[in-house]
């Protein structure tokens, strides 16, 4: 049986342009998204936008354009930057669009009748950078304990969601499942959140009219974070495409770590209230930082994703996204650690084995890679590691562990550029052992082939460019795991096209 894999990224809010710790997260489900493709799962990847809440009124009203106008505009540099980043997302979903209010309204009025809904009068703090309502007790010098920006008082009256009603059901399901919230540091802080005791979410507003309005209460419109969560299931077809929502649901969310509450608290209590299944796994990736600082537009620390593409690749920069730290760990980002990486494992590691490869199969082979070697002597060594490796990756990735999985390639990678100073194949040809040379190079060919099918998730489009060089007529994307990760898969007698180096190493700054 088929097995299925939907995966989710933070829909983002359009109050600015996206960064880099926007790319972080929709390069990291776009590699999961890839993986279970190419292991012959039905997969489903959702991102989008989040386009109502007061944060992006103000944003709209400070450049004197209306709500609407303003999210239209603003919606266009992040589908760009996502189809320049190979983002191979089945839908974009915007939480201004009709298929979405109707679902928000038809579950604000469904759990208002059952009895999770009800009316009071929110009295305390609002952030709106964070879109947080924050009791007195929790803010941080008066400020905003997440951001640290200045909160504002707000009065109003509100309807409110009964999520201490799920409190010692949610209790009892992280602890039944573990991987429910990973990482662990994750899952422990919001267990004791949950301990401290919670109290019912405000989720409505009275006082901007920039949202979905409720259904049977004239003036409020829904918090934008109830709306925002539900794009997860307008996203999949919930009452809208049966089949769909039941081929796919339950989800697997990356996130960020600041908005683990919301996901892992508010959005759990919202499904048992439903009737649904809780999603697999919410994965809270750490945060980029620059200089200690979390990296965002309104702090006015930004990285631009256009503009490293442009210096590096898109690549290259997927690779050090996934490479550098593990998916739940902060990173400081800086553009030496960037440069460094891409030219020690692009440059180097990676590069050299392809660029060594092919010209010795074009000086001695006339750029034919020999046939397969039905039993083979020397490169048994080298088919063993790769057979260990290709475990270990599907292991990681099936783990969501893309860094694992990552340095798990890179092992085989440093296998195989010994192999080559081990087995001296221009001696080879020297001396005239020609089974001996044509065993070495078809192992290579067939270490690069493999190479590249585990890239592809990460590098989509380098991936391409190694079987383009290496002689073969087929896309990675179309030779799922099962069938071709698997060593001795290289057969044919290919004549390589060696093309231009894919990693040319970057030159550092001199000030850096
Ligand atoms: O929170 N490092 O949207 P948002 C790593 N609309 N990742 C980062 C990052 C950084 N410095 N900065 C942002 C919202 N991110 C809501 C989400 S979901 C139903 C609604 C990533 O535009 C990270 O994944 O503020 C974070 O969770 C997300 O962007 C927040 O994006």
Same mark, same amino acid.
């Given at each position: 049986?088929?097995?299925?894999?939907?995966?989710?990224?933070?829909?983002?809010?359009?109050?600015?342009?996206?960064?880099?710790?926007?790319?972080?997260?929709?390069?990291?489900?776009?590699?999961?998204?890839?993986?279970?493709?190419?292991?012959?799962?039905?997969?489903?990847?959702?991102?989008?936008?989040?386009?109502?809440?007061?944060?992006?009124?103000?944003?709209?009203?400070?450049?004197?354009?209306?709500?609407?106008?303003?999210?239209?505009?603003?919606?266009?540099?992040?589908? #760009?930057?996502?189809?320049? %980043?190979?983002?191979? +997302?089945? !839908? @974009?979903? $915007?939480?201004?669009?009709? *298929?979405?209010? =109707? /679902?928000?309204?038809?579950?604000?009025?469904?759990?208002?009748?059952?009895?999770?809904?009800?009316?009071?009068?929110?009295?305390?703090?609002?952030?709106?950078?964070?879109?947080?309502?924050?009791?007195?007790?929790?803010?941080?010098?008066?400020?905003?304990?997440?951001?640290?920006?200045?909160?504002?008082?707000?009065?109003?009256?509100?309807?409110?969601?009964?999520?201490?009603?799920?409190? #010692?059901?949610?209790?009892? %399901?992280?602890?039944? +499942?573990? !991987? @429910?919230? $990973?990482?662990?540091?994750? *899952?422990?802080? =919001? /267990?004791?959140?949950?301990?401290?005791?919670?109290?019912?979410?405000?989720?409505?507003?009275?006082?901007?009219?920039?949202?979905?309005?409720?259904?049977?209460?004239?003036?409020?419109?829904?918090?934008?974070?109830?709306?925002?969560?539900?794009?997860?299931?307008?996203?999949?077809?919930?009452?809208?495409?049966?089949?769909?929502?039941?081929?796919?649901?339950?989800?697997?969310?990356?996130?960020?770590?600041?908005?683990?509450?919301?996901?892992?608290?508010?959005?759990?209590?919202?499904?048992?209230?439903?009737?649904?299944?809780?999603?697999?796994?919410?994965?809270?990736?750490?945060?980029?930082?620059?200089?200690?600082?979390?990296?965002?537009?309104?702090?006015?620390?930004?990285?631009?994703?256009?503009?490293?593409?442009?210096?590096?690749?898109?690549?290259?920069?997927?690779?050090?996204?996934?490479?550098?730290?593990?998916?739940?760990?902060?990173?400081?980002?800086?553009?030496?650690?960037?440069?460094?990486?891409?030219?020690?494992?692009?440059?180097?590691?990676?590069?050299?084995?392809?660029?060594?490869?092919?010209?010795?199969?074009?000086?001695?082979?006339?750029?034919?890679?020999?046939?397969?070697?039905?039993?083979?002597?020397?490169?048994?060594?080298?088919?063993?590691?790769?057979?260990?490796?290709?475990?270990?990756?599907?292991?990681?990735?099936?783990?969501?562990?893309?860094?694992?999985?990552?340095?798990?390639?890179?092992?085989?990678?440093?296998?195989?550029?010994?192999?080559?100073?081990?087995?001296?194949?221009?001696?080879?040809?020297?001396?005239?052992?020609?089974?001996?040379?044509?065993?070495?190079?078809?192992?290579?060919?067939?270490?690069?082939?493999?190479?590249?099918?585990?890239?592809?998730?990460?590098?989509?489009?380098?991936?391409?460019?190694?079987?383009?060089?290496?002689?073969?007529?087929?896309?990675?994307?179309?030779?799922?795991?099962?069938?071709?990760?698997?060593?001795?898969?290289?057969?044919?007698?290919?004549?390589?096209?060696?093309?231009?180096?894919?990693?040319?190493?970057?030159?550092?700054?001199?000030?850096?």
């Amino acid at each position: 049986m088929k097995r299925s894999f939907y995966v989710t990224t933070p829909i983002y809010y359009v109050n600015d342009l996206p960064h880099i710790g926007h790319a972080y997260s929709t390069v990291a489900a776009d590699a999961f998204a890839r993986y279970h493709r190419l292991s012959g799962d039905d997969v489903f990847f959702l991102t989008g936008t989040d386009e109502h809440g007061q944060k992006v009124a103000k944003a709209a009203a400070a450049k004197g354009l209306d709500p609407q106008t303003h999210v239209d505009r603003m919606v266009a540099p992040f589908k #760009e930057l996502w189809q320049r %980043y190979s983002i191979s +997302n089945d !839908d @974009f979903i $915007r939480t201004t669009e009709d *298929r979405h209010r =109707v /679902v928000v309204q038809e579950i604000f009025q469904r759990l208002f009748d059952q009895g999770d809904i009800y009316k009071g009068v929110y009295e305390g703090w609002y952030c709106i950078h964070e879109e947080t309502f924050w009791p007195e007790s929790q803010l941080k010098d008066k400020n905003c304990p997440e951001c640290g920006r200045p909160v504002e008082l707000i009065q109003e009256e509100s309807y409110y969601f009964k999520t201490s009603k799920y409190q #010692e059901r949610l209790l009892k %399901y992280i602890d039944a +499942n573990p !991987d @429910f919230v $990973r990482p662990d540091v994750r *899952r422990n802080e =919001v /267990v004791s959140y949950l301990k401290s005791g919670i109290q019912d979410v405000a989720i409505s507003r009275t006082t901007f009219a920039w949202g979905v309005p409720v259904p049977f209460a004239e003036g409020h419109i829904v918090y934008v974070w109830f709306d925002a969560l539900i794009n997860y299931l307008t996203g999949i077809g919930y009452l809208q495409d049966d089949e769909r929502f039941k081929k796919f649901w339950p989800p697997v969310h990356i996130i960020g770590k600041d908005i683990i509450k919301f996901h892992a608290v508010i959005w759990p209590s919202m499904l048992f209230a439903l009737g649904l299944a809780l999603p697999k796994t919410i994965v809270a990736t750490g945060f980029w930082t620059l200089g200690d600082q979390k990296i965002s537009k309104s702090r006015g620390k930004v990285i631009d994703p256009n503009q490293l593409a442009d210096e590096l690749g898109v690549d290259a920069v997927r690779y050090f996204l996934l490479r550098e730290v593990p998916l739940g760990q902060d990173g400081e980002f800086t553009h030496t650690g960037l440069v460094r990486r891409v030219n020690a494992d692009l440059a180097n590691d990676f590069g050299n084995l392809l660029h060594r490869t092919l010209p010795m199969i074009g000086r001695y082979r006339e750029g034919v890679v020999p046939l397969a070697v039905p039993e083979p002597r020397k490169a048994a060594a080298l088919a063993e590691s790769a057979a260990e490796v290709i475990a270990n990756f599907k292991a990681d990735m099936e783990a969501l562990d893309a860094r694992g999985a990552l340095t798990e390639i890179w092992r085989l990678l440093a296998v195989a550029n010994k192999f080559i100073d081990s087995t001296q194949p221009w001696n080879l040809y020297k001396e005239g052992r020609n089974d001996e040379l044509d065993e070495v190079l078809w192992g290579l060919a067939e270490t690069i082939r493999l190479v590249a099918l585990m890239t592809a998730p990460f590098m989509p489009t380098t991936a391409d460019k190694i079987f383009e060089q290496l002689g073969l007529d087929a896309k990675p994307a179309d030779q799922p795991y099962e069938d071709y990760l698997v060593w001795g898969k290289l057969t044919g007698q290919l004549k390589s096209r060696p093309g231009a180096p894919l990693f040319p190493r970057v030159e550092l700054e001199p000030e850096e």
